[in-house]
C-alpha cells in the first residue's frame, strides 16, 4: 500500500464505497504529526467490519503496525501492535497451547478492531467480550500523547476506547490474556430444531456448554418459523481425540481455500436461490443429533474457508444487520423478526443467531446486553431501506439495540449509545451519520 493517497474504498460489506484518503505509517513520529495535521480521522484495521464504521475523510491504516511485541508462554499473554490479525496470532499461539479467550466469526480482524468493537463470539454468555481479557493498550489521543491505558491507569480513557469504535484515538499496541488448550479440535454437538420454540429450549439445556450458536432458516414461516441448527461446543481433550487426530493434535493440515474470482451477477442471489440454499444446509445432516470433533478453524470461522466471499453479493454489496433483543422478549422479538423477513422476500444466506450473558456495567460502550443477537445479510437493492426500518422498529419496541461494527443504515436510536466518545480529531462517516440523524 502507497502511504498516502485517495482512493476507492468499502469495507467488507462493499457498501458503501467512497474515495477517501488513506494514510499507513510505521513510525511513531510519522503516525504523531499526521494525527497533529488533520482533523476527522478513524483507524482501519484489515477493513472487515461492514458498512461505514472505518471510513472517514482521512482513513489512517494500521496494517503496518503488524509486528508481534513479546509472548509469555508461562502465563499466556501476548502483546503485539494493534494492525497485527488474529490468523497471525493463532498461528503462533495454537501450536503453544493456547488460544483467543473471544474470537468473532472470522479471524481476518485486527487486535484493534476487537478492541474498538470489543467483539463478542459464541461464548459470551459464558466468557464475556474481548475485553474481559485485554490487560493494557497503549492509545495515540488528539494531542498527539501516547497514553498507557488499563483497568488501574486511565481507566476512564480505557473503558471509553473499549467498544468506543475508533472515536477516542489510535491503538498503537495492546497486551492479553490467552486460554490454555490442549488440542486445536473441538468436541462438537449439533442438533436440528424444527422451529423457534425448540431452538430456544435448545440454547437454555446448553447455557452449560462454553460455545453456542445457531443457523436459521430465515425464510420459513407457520409452525416451522425459526427452523434451526444448533452447533454447541468445547474445546476437546487430547485424550478425547480419535486416534487419527492423537499424532498431532495441536497442528492443522493445510487446507485448500476457494477464492471467489469475480462478483457474482445480481440475478444470482434472489428468493429462490436462498430457499434452495437453505433446504439445502437443513437436510444435509440427516439425523437429528450429530456428535463430532472438528478443528477450530471449521468450529470458528466456516465463511474464512472461501477467499473474497464477499463478491457473491454483487458489486451493489450487501449489509450485515445484527440486533440484540433483551432476554426475556427474546423469543417473542425474534419471531416478528422472522416474519418480517419472509414477508419482505430479502432473505439472507447467513442467519446466525446466540445468546448473549450479563454484560460488564463498566464496558458501557459495549454492544451486548443479556438476550438474544441474530445476525443476517442481505443484499443490498432498492427493497432493503425499507425492511431495515422495519426491522428498527420491531428492535426499539423491544428495548434491543445495533450492532455498530455492522451498521450501515440503522436508525439513530438503536445505534447512538456511545459514551465519552465525542472528539473532532476522531470521527467516521457512521458516527457523523448518526449526529446528523439525531
Known sequence: MKP?????????????VVEKEIKSEDTLQKIKDYVKNNNEIIARG?????????????????????????????????????????????????PQGYFL???????????????????HGKNHHAEGCFSEYVLSFSLLNENGEVLNCSKTENAEKFWSTIGGMGLTGIILSAKFKLKNIETAYIRQESI????????????????????????????QTGNKIGRSIL??????????????????????????????????????????TVKLFNLLYFN???????????????FFYPLDVVNDWNKIYGKSGFIQYQMVI?????????????????????????????????NNPEAYNSFPVEGYTLALDFKVNSKLKNLVEKLDKIVED???????????MSKSSLTNYLQNVQNPKFVSMQHKRIINNN
Open 4 to 16: 498516502n493517497f485517495i482512493q476507492k474504498v468499502a469495507n467488507w460489506g462493499n457498501f458503501p
Open 326 to 358: 433483551p432476554k426475556e422478549k427474546g423469543k417473542e422479538g425474534m419471531r416478528k423478526i422472522l416474519e418480517t423477513i419472509a414477508k419482505s422476500g430479502n432473505g439472507s444466506f447467513l442467519a446466525v443467531l446466540k445468546l448473549f450473558g450479563k
Open 46 to 94: 484489515n477493513g472487515r467490519c461492514y458498512g461505514d464504521a472505518s471510513l472517514s475523510e482521512h482513513i489512517f491504516s494500521t496494517k503496518r503496525l503488524n509486528k508481534l511485541i513479546s509472548f509469555d508462554r508461562l502465563n499466556g499473554i501476548l502483546e503485539c501492535e494493534s494492525g497485527v490479525l488474529l490468523s497471525d496470532i493463532l498461528e503462533v499461539i495454537v
Open 398 to 408: 423491544y428495548g434491543g439495540r445495533i450492532y455498530l461494527t455492522k451498521d450501515s
Open 284 to 298: 444435509k445432516q440427516r439425523n437429528k443429533e450429530v456428535k463430532s470433533y472438528i478443528d477450530y478453524e471449521t
Open 231 to 272: 452447533m454447541r461446543g468445547e474445546h476437546a481433550f487430547k485424550h478425547q481425540l480419535p486416534n487419527n487426530l492423537q499424532e498431532n493434535p495441536l497442528r492443522l493440515k493445510k487446507k485448500f481455500n476457494p477464492t471467489v474470482p469475480f462478483y457474482f451477477p445480481n440475478f444470482v442471489l434472489n428468493n429462490l
Open 192 to 219: 436440528k430444531a424444527e422451529n423457534l420454540e425448540e431452538i430456544f429450549k435448545l440454547f437454555d439445556e446448553s447455557e452449560n456448554w462454553t460455545y453456542n450458536v445457531a443457523w436459521i432458516d430465515c425464510l
Open 101 to 119: 479467550y473471544v474470537t468473532p466469526g472470522t479471524k481476518f480482524i485486527s487486535v484493534g478492531g476487537a478492541i474498538a468493537s470489543d467483539v
